[in-house]
Nanobody, 124 residues
Framework: QVQLVESGGGSVQAGGSLRLSCAASGRTSSSSAMGWFRQAPGKESEFVAGVSRNGGGIDYADSVKGRFTISRGSAKNTVYLQMNSLKPEDTAVYYC?????????????????WGKGTLVTVSS
């Protein structure tokens, strides 16, 4: 089993920045690929960004390209999401997720482990 714990959410004005963190514990060999998803109020969940264990594979949703940066910590058990130029439409609960193998496709049903989420609120 892998446990994922997110942190770093909060409230910020449009144009501001936040950095989310996700720490994996337990059988971390099963969390080679880690990513972020989000669910806005009244909307379906969507993929935001994902990264392979060594950082060589990185993917972003079109809506966040150029504004968000995903990275792995040196111990590889932590993933970060640096969010810049935030917009009100970025308001959502952000979930960290992990799966055993990396690919450039990130369907929700393919993720084996999920965190409980952290709320990001962007005001205009």
């Amino acid at each position: 089993q892998v446990q994922l714990v997110e942190s770093g959410g909060g409230s910020v004005q449009a144009g501001g920045s936040l950095r989310l963190s996700c720490a994996a514990s337990g059988r971390t060999s099963s969390s080679s690929a880690m990513g972020w998803f989000r669910q806005a109020p009244g909307k379906e969940s969507e993929f935001v960004a994902g990264v392979s264990r060594n950082g060589g594979g990185i993917d972003y949703a079109d809506s966040v390209k150029g504004r968000f940066t995903i990275s792995r910590g040196s111990a590889k058990n932590t993933v970060y999401l640096q969010m810049n130029s935030l917009k009100p439409e970025d308001t959502a609960v952000y979930y960290c997720a992990a799966r055993y193998e990396y690919s450039s496709s990130w369907p929700e049903k393919g993720m084996g482990y999920w965190g409980k989420g952290t709320l990001v609120t962007v005001s205009s």
